[in-house]
């Protein structure tokens, strides 16, 4: 699948640019990346560039034209961000269907042979139309059609036109009417999105029946094997007879099979893997949402690039039990993040830290012994106490988090939060808006053009 994400105060202002000028067609540039995904690509779109009062050689009702100095003055501009270019042009008629007519596509074709193979990177174009965007990109100088078109800040818009939207088969009455009576039209946005879960032990097996039942497609990633008993109290879809087979069963099967017995329309992708390898990073790079709740912290700074660098918005989430110290319970804490383009990340909220990175990549020898000799604090890789009343309520937050994500309160929602379910208390945690100095805001929109923090190729971890 084709995806094209823009940043959303892009997407503000082509909005706002092109409507000033209706009934005309008007149309500007903007800088364009892509990150390869493991089946698809994912176009990014970050910085609009509006035309100078000369730009147009002509510019009518039905015909926009870029001038020849123009376009050299945006290959030239691309050619040193070493990025690819983005044309968007407006339809104003509501009356026309949304999407390319048969000159503009001759005109695409054209331009896409004169400046696609001058640049670093992708070219496309893209009409809006009052009821929404259509993209088309120059793949070995074919026109291709762009699946999906999303705007990406704070919140997740489908801006594709509703007709033609993907939509998975028509409303299935009686299933649907509840969902559909509580979420409106997210119901539908919901429904035609991928998600990817990413760790589906205690926290990630839960929100992924969630999803199914919610109706998404989802793709499950854990590279772990059920093998340790005290995980058949959390994992959804395990059981006893899990911990009697030869060979641990892979987490993936375990729930895989679980949710595709619940029958519902959906697919359920098994990947098993770590994210910090190339080809497993690049599953997650086909999903629309990452919701992750992985316990290292090399696999969430990995997680951690796909919002600011990819524009792929992630809902983090942990969980804690707390234990007086006579050793009884004294919190149940699950803290919910979402990263987006706008948010802070996990650097800017410094909940991972380079020194435990590191410290996860050594030989287990050395490990312990760094942690017998005090280096590393806080019961370093040892299974954390849990109990699965704070499991499901971690995973229900990071689901609710999504349909804020997808809705407009998502706007007005703080991005962090931390949940007691024990004291029934919950508090917005710091810091409410990314660092300037961190490394989200130097890799925002990149792609492909930053390296992600991925293990080498040859370290395979099982
Ligand atoms: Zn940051």
């Known amino acids: 699948m084709i995806r094209l994400a823009v940043l959303a105060s892009t997407a503000d202002t082509i909005t706002a640019h092109l409507g000033a000028s209706a009934p005309r067609e008007e149309g500007c540039f903007c800088l364009l990346r892509e990150g390869v995904s493991r089946r698809g690509r994912r176009l990014i779109v970050s910085e609009p560039i509006l035309p100078p009062y000369d730009a147009w050689e002509r510019q009518e009702t039905d015909m926009l034209r870029p001038s020849a100095q123009w376009l050299s003055a945006l290959v030239s501009r691309a050619l040193s961000e070493r990025c690819g270019l983005l044309f968007v042009h407006s339809h104003p008629d509501p009356r026309f ?87 409106g039209e ?61 060979t641990a069963p892979r987490k993936v099967d375990v729930v895989g099979a679980h949710l595709d017995h619940l029958g519902f329309d959906v697919e359920v992708r098994r990947v098993h893997g770590d994210v910090r390898r190339e080809d497993v990073f690049r599953e997650l790079l086909d999903a629309d949402v990452v919701l992750a709740g992985t316990d290292t912290h090399g696999s969430r700074a990995a997680i951690n690039d796909l919002a600011s660098t990819y524009l792929l918005p992630v809902i983090d989430v942990g969980v804690r039990a707390g234990a007086k110290q006579d050793g009884t319970l004294a919190a149940l804490t699950a803290e919910v993040r979402v990263l987006t383009p706008t948010t802070p990340c996990l650097w800017c909220r410094r909940v991972i830290s380079a020194e435990v990175i ?100 040859a370290a395979r971890l099982e």
């Open 358 to 457: 590191h410290a996860e990549n050594l030989p287990a020898d050395r490990r312990e012994r760094m942690a017998r000799d005090g280096y590393l604090v806080g019961g370093f890789g040892e299974p954390a106490p849990s109990v699965i009343a704070l499991t499901f309520l971690g995973a229900s937050l990071a689901t609710c988090a999504l349909l804020a994500l997808l809705g407009s309160e998502g706007e007005v929602a703080p991005s962090g939060y931390i949940v007691d379910g024990l004291l029934a208390y919950a508090q917005e945690t710091q810091p409410v808006t990314p660092r300037e100095d961190c490394v989200c805001r130097r890799q925002l929109a990149m792609g492909d053009d930053c390296t992600p923090p991925l293990l080498p190729t």
């Open 97 to 183: 269907p949304a999407g390319f007519s048969a000159p503009d596509m001759t005109a695409i074709g054209a331009l896409g042979e004169t400046i696609a193979p001058m640049l670093d990177g992708p070219f496309a174009a893209a009409v809006v139309h009052p009821s929404g965007w259509v993209a088309n990109v120059i793949d070995d100088g074919a026109i291709r059609h762009v699946d999906r078109v999303l705007s990406i800040g704070r919140t997740l818009r489908a801006l594709d036109p509703p007709e033609v939207r993907l939509t998975r088969t028509a409303e299935q009455h009686g299933l649907d009417d509840r969902q559909r009576d509580a979420l």
């Open 186 to 246: 997210m119901h539908d946005t919901l429904r035609g999105l991928v998600i990817a879960v990413a760790g589906v032990g205690g926290l990630g097996s839960p929100i992924a029946e969630q999803l199914v039942r919610m109706g998404c497609d989802i793709a499950i990633v854990d590279h772990d094997r059920l093998d340790t008993p005290s995980n058949v109290r959390r994992v959804v879809g395990s059981t006893i007879s899990d911990l009697r087979a030869t």
